[in-house]
């Protein structure tokens, strides 16, 4: 598989206006690579030079920062990204089943991966989405879906394929 | 239907949004298009979501709950005259004195949560009508001095709710004689323990309150700027307190010269990134500043030399949101609820398997197992409790027969838990206690930030353990060793973090012991959690035939005939023990030992 079809056009002159908008000293790390982030889907190469090369912020600050936090991703992401909550509420309700019949669909098997070959859906896990009395919870592209059993995880990413002409190739669990 | 207008409450916090309301509104505009439409953050009745508060103008209401587009009908054609009441929907109502699930709230005690699901959040109107920008107004109008403040703050007793549990006015007492002319105040909302909501709530349900807290706090210490830290898995928490933030600059109570006097304050929203550890005050401090979320050696404490060196005091949004309520009922009312050494009240987010998950704000001194039965109503399968899991990864598991455990600072700490932020997992049979401890210090592994060498490598080796353990290949020395290695991680760490990581470890070994012991001695988990020790076989006896199982089944390992019980059989070869066959088997005909 490969993902450099993913890989994002930087828009130089989008970066520039990022740093002018927050700032260009070392406090502003956090949100200039957040501002790429939710630009890009990630942090692609290209954008974090531009940042070291037009700021205060070196380059192994800035790595540093984009490294350490959670939310930051150094991947290019699928064309869709489904978040699955691993929360305390949702572990012990079954989260684990969620990744599992998600990931059979998706036909990942190598752990490390974490996007479907076709670059359709990425699969994140997330601390915790604060919607504990709903759990088990996932998200997709923002859309939360409220206690869901392993099986009923796949049936909506099923459906929510169908509905953006989104190909899944995997086992197919009919109603 | 009569002509007076109808006024139908819609809850839309996150819970509400991600349980359906949006499309339930949708459906009720349709068939209510003369009514008026009123959007509140959560009530906290989570296990109640999608709600829905029809008024009918007359002064009949009627609260609905479990909303969802394919009962909503049934209360549509209630409201029309054209059904009866469904009363499996109806939470209160006016008419209905005998429909008592209202009692969820009524058995609470809402300080912190005053306004909660009671006013629109974006609506500064709305907070002003119920008493809100009271407080600071009383403070200035008053002249009410700084000190004043902290006496009436320290009259209360309220203690830090973001976990420690340290005297605000003893707190704030540090930074405002610390010298200096540039002080700052931070909002911590990086609520990071999985499995707490209540600072989420607040923020996007009555985001006024925390800012109005964050002026009492600001002008007590004498700041004059202020962050708000909010984790960036809050979208709309962090939308709210945004608007939160324009209309009060715009009404004047932020900016130069508040309400005419010399007090100037404003203050910046900062988005978390996703750091456990940035809840601890250094750790979020650094990251304000735009490094890594790494702890500081203390002292110098923040409150002398914090946020770019300058004195700083980092209060807790359930802190902040009972500071209007403590200055205008003043210290002596919120010291008159609680307990002698833990005052006032507490909000805890109640999840897990509870029949009544939300919200809940009770007086401290009240028992566990008020709240998990007489407000959560026991558990939500018919499994007896377990435990509850308190305080997150920092916190520890109190068992079932510990429940009469009294709600203040001082008690819970004694079992070895923590008050914590408020997270109460509720947990039955059917969890597993090593895989939970195992689930903390995944977590907290992952999170740990890696400047002390005890926590860093200490939390990978207590995983490791964990894992031997749950996969049945651990001795019983390695159990002895867990305990060990968890014992001197608790030592030999800097930050709140390091400190508190091992009590997941340390009470679950405290009270569940012989569940460690089946897992390494008799390579069995009682609770049928860990894949390594459990086998899922079907109990011919039970089964209906349906094929549902072998439809979910991720590796088709199931095989059958149909409506031919005794023919279904799963292949042990294939079988990954994922669960998902046992979760959808009605008759409950799979076993997983």
Redesign the interface.
């Known amino acids: 598989m490969s993902t450099a079809s993913l890989e994002a056009v930087v828009d130089p002159g989008k970066v520039q206006g990022w740093i002018n908008a927050i700032g260009s ?7 200039i ?2 501002a790429i982030q939710t630009e890009y889907g990630y942090l692609p190469r290209k954008a974090m030079n531009l940042v070291v090369e037009n700021t205060q ?1 070196n380059a192994s ?1 800035l790595y ?2 984009a490294t ?5 991703r150094l991947k290019p992401i699928g064309r869709h990204l489904i978040r699955v909550c ?9 989260a ?2 969620l990744n ?2 998600l990931r ?1 669909a998706m036909e990942i098997e190598d752990p490390k991966q974490d996007t479907a070959s076709n670059g359709s859906y990425t699969l994140e896990n ?10 088990p ?1 996932m998200v997709i592209d ?1 859309q ?3 206690s869901l ?3 009923d995880a ?1 049936r909506e990413l099923l459906k929510h394929a169908r509905e953006h002409n989104e190909i899944l190739a995997g ?1 197919d ?2 109603e | 239907m009569s002509n007076a207008q109808w006024v139908i409450t819609v809850g839309e916090g996150t819970c509400g949004i991600a349980a359906g309301a949006p499309e339930v509104t949708e459906l009720l505009r349709k068939r209510f298009p003369e009514a008026e439409f009123k959007s509140v953050g959560c009530v906290g009745m989570c296990h109640r979501e999608v709600m829905v508060e029809i008024a009918d103008g007359e002064g009949k209401t009627y609260m609905w709950g479990n909303l969802n587009k394919k009962n909503l009908p049934k209360v549509i054609r209630f409201h029309r005259g054209e059904a009866a009441l469904p009363k499996e929907l109806l939470i209160r109502s006016s008419e209905h004195p005998e429909v008592e699930g209202g009692e969820y709230l009524t058995r609470q005690t809402r300080i912190a949560l005053r306004n909660v699901g009671q006013l629109n959040p974006t609506s500064m109107a709305q907070y002003k009508a119920r008493g809100g920008y009271a407080a600071i107004e009383k403070i200035i109008k008053n002249g009410m001095t700084p000190e004043d403040v902290i006496e009436e703050v320290k009259i209360s007793k309220i203690r830090g709710r973001g976990g420690a549990g340290f005297p605000t006015a003893t707190k704030w007492g540090f930074a405002r004689g610390a010298p200096g002319d540039l002080k700052y105040l931070v909002c911590n909302g990086d609520e990071g323990d999985p499995g707490a909501f209540m600072d989420r709530s607040l923020l996007e349900g009555d985001p006024h309150s925390v800012l109005e807290g964050m002026l009492v706090a600001a002008y007590a210490i004498g700041a004059s700027k202020g962050y708000a830290y909010i984790r960036a898995e809050y979208p709309l928490a962090l939308k709210y307190f945004g608007m939160a933030l324009e209309d009060a600059r715009q009404a004047g109570y932020l900016g130069h010269n508040i309400l005419g006097s010399h007090f100037d304050f404003d203050v910046k929203i900062k988005e978390g990134a996703g750091a456990f550890v940035c809840g601890e005050e250094t750790a979020l401090l650094a990251s304000i500043e735009g490094d890594r979320g790494m702890p500081r050696l203390r002292p110098p404490f923040p409150a002398i030399k914090g946020l770019f060196g300058k004195p700083t005091i980092i209060n807790n949004v359930e802190t902040l949101a009972n500071l209007p309520w403590i200055i205008n009922n003043g210290g002596a009312s919120y010291a008159a609820i609680g307990t002698e050494k833990s005052t006032g009240t507490k909000v805890f987010a109640l999840a897990g398997a509870i029949a009544r998950g939300g919200l809940v704000e009770v007086p401290m001194g009240v028992t566990i197992r008020h709240v998990l039965e007489k407000i959560g109503g026991g558990s939500a399968t018919k499994r007896p409790l377990k435990a509850v899991q308190m305080g997150g990864p920092s916190g520890g598991c109190i068992p079932e027969h510990m429940f009469d455990t009294l709600i203040e600072y001082e008690s819970i700490n004694a079992t070895g838990a923590i008050m914590g932020s408020g997270g109460m997992i509720v947990v039955d049979s059917k969890t597993c206690m090593v895989d939970l401890a195992k689930y903390f210090l995944q977590f907290t592994q992952n999170e740990s930030c890696g400047k002390c060498t005890f926590c860093r490598i200490g939390t990978l080796r207590m995983k490791e353990i964990l894992t031997r353990i749950c996969d049945g290949e651990a001795t019983l020395e390695e159990v002895d060793t867990l305990e060990e290695v968890a014992r001197t991680v608790r030592t030999a760490t800097l930050c709140g973090l390091g400190q508190t990581v091992a009590n997941p470890v340390l009470t679950t070994l405290k009270y569940f012991r012989h569940e460690y012991i089946a897992h390494v001695q008799e390579k069995r988990c009682p609770s049928g959690v860990c894949k390594a020790l459990i086998h899922h076989t079907i109990q011919n006896d039970k089964c209906s035939g349906c094929s549902i199982c072998q439809r979910y089944c991720p590796v088709k390992a199931i095989t059958g005939t149909v409506k031919q019980p005794d023919t279904w059989v799963i292949d042990q070869q294939v079988c990954i023990n994922c669960g998902m066959c046992a979760e959808v088997c009605n008759p409950d005909a799979i076993l997983a030992a």
């Open positions: 000293d070392p406090s502003a790390a956090v949100p690579l957040q912020i600050q540093g920062v350490f936090y959670a939310q930051f691993h929360g305390t509420a949702c572990h012990v309700q079954g684990d089943r599992t019949s059979h997330v601390a915790c989405i604060g919607c504990c009395s709903l759990a919870v923002g939360a879906y409220p059993k392993g099986a796949q086992h669990a009919q």
